[in-house]
């Protein structure tokens, strides 16, 4: 029996030395002394053994246990340490791979615009002021002087949610909330978005951008209202721009005009742009109707003031010759790109 067991000793410590990894060391181990091994099998025999016997072989079958024991341990750790490099050598990140090229996304023409336009109010001490989007047809018409027929009215024109509930069609309900909350002196700007019940082609787009402006004060004048205009347009679109005021009928302003500067891409001698006037229309302005003061508790006879409005969108499409409003609206990145 003496001899069966260094058999199996000599042959488990071939099968471990021949073993190439972790997994195969394992099976050896198995093999040897797991519960049907083969070292696990011979020490049952131990039993058919004479008690002179028993005590011998059992002292060298533990010898025999032990030794393999240590061989696959030593062999076990020596694996470990030989896979867990090639693990880290696998896991290694190798600095000089060029990165993936991360895409940021840019300002929005009609953004960058816009700030470019709040910047210059700031600089004459204006604050922003904004109003919510669905709004009360009180605030988008009766508030502002206009009529119970008015044509602007119609659910063609805009959007109803209810009989007394509209999407604002314009950004001077906010003008109201602001007098109707403060008292005088004001100098704010409104932008936001507003909507129509248009269908959307080159010119015209359910949805556009708004940006009006009110100062209420005492001793406010139309000369007021034409230096702040003037200074705004002077710096947006470059010192020498002319303006040019034409009489006009706002319900909300009296006297009203209409404003339009010298076409910037041919300095008003006329072209397509412009179509051959060589100026552009680009706001609408007045002095704040009497009505609309005394419906926000202010007192006409004491304090008077300004307002005006433009479209974002119509602006930012003559600054950069953009043809077709749909653009602004489609999230296309190829179009965000070029700003
Ligand atoms: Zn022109």
Same mark, same amino acid.
């Given at each position: ?8 000793? #000599? ?57 393999i ?11 470990? #340490?030989k896979?867990?490099? %090639?693990?880290?050598?696998?896991? #290694? ?29 700031f ?22 002087n206009?009529?119970? &027929? ?30 109707? &909350? ?8 409104? *932008? ?13 787009? *359910? ?25 705004f ?21 009296? *006297?009203?005009?209409?404003i ?5 891409? !041919?300095?008003?001698?006329? !072209?397509?742009? !412009?179509?051959?006037?060589?100026? %552009? ?43 077709? %409003? ?14």
């Amino acid at each position: 029996m003496k001899e069966m067991l260094e058999n199996i000793q #000599k042959q488990a410590i071939d099968d471990i030395e021949s073993s190439l990894n972790l997994k195969e060391l394992d099976i050896v181990k198995i093999s040897y002394l797991g519960k049907k091994g083969k070292l696990t099998s011979i020490l049952k025999d131990m039993k058919n053994l004479t008690k002179e016997e028993r005590p011998l072989i059992g002292k060298f079958a533990n010898i025999v246990r032990d030794c393999i024991e240590n061989k696959i341990k030593k062999y076990s750790e020596d694996f470990f #340490k030989k896979e867990m490099i %090639i693990k880290l050598e696998k896991e #290694k990140i190798d600095i000089s791979i060029p990165a993936k090229r991360q895409k940021i996304g840019k300002r929005h023409p009609l953004s960058i615009v816009l700030r470019e336009i709040e910047e210059i109010f700031f600089g004459m001490g204006f604050s922003v002021e904004t109003g919510p989007d669905i709004e009360q047809s009180y605030y988008n018409f009766d508030a502002l002087n206009i009529g119970e &027929n008015h044509p602007s009215r119609d659910p063609r024109d805009t959007f109803y949610i209810d009989s007394k509930t509209v999407l604002r069609s314009q950004t001077s309900p906010v003008q109201i909330r602001v007098m109707e &909350n403060n008292s005088p002196p004001l100098k704010i700007i409104s *932008p936001g978005k507003v909507f129509r019940a248009d269908s959307a082609d080159a010119t015209h787009s *359910p949805v556009f951008h708004q940006i009006e402006g009110l100062v209420i004060d005492k001793g406010i004048s139309m000369s007021d209202l034409k230096g702040t205009l003037e200074t705004f347009i002077k710096t947006l679109f470059g010192e020498d721009t002319k303006t040019r005021f034409r009489p006009h009928h706002f319900p909300f302003t009296e *006297p009203s005009a209409e404003i339009d500067i010298s076409c910037f891409s !041919c300095n008003g001698t006329g !072209c397509s742009l !412009c179509k051959n006037e060589g100026y %552009i229309e680009i706001l609408g302005a007045g002095m704040v109707h009497n009505k609309v003061l005394s419906r926000c508790n202010i007192d006409p006879n004491i304090y008077s003031g300004f307002a005006f409005g433009m479209g974002l969108e119509r602006i930012v499409m003559k600054k950069f010759k953009i043809n077709d %409003i749909r653009l602004f609206f489609e999230n296309d990145s190829r179009f965000i790109n070029n700003f």
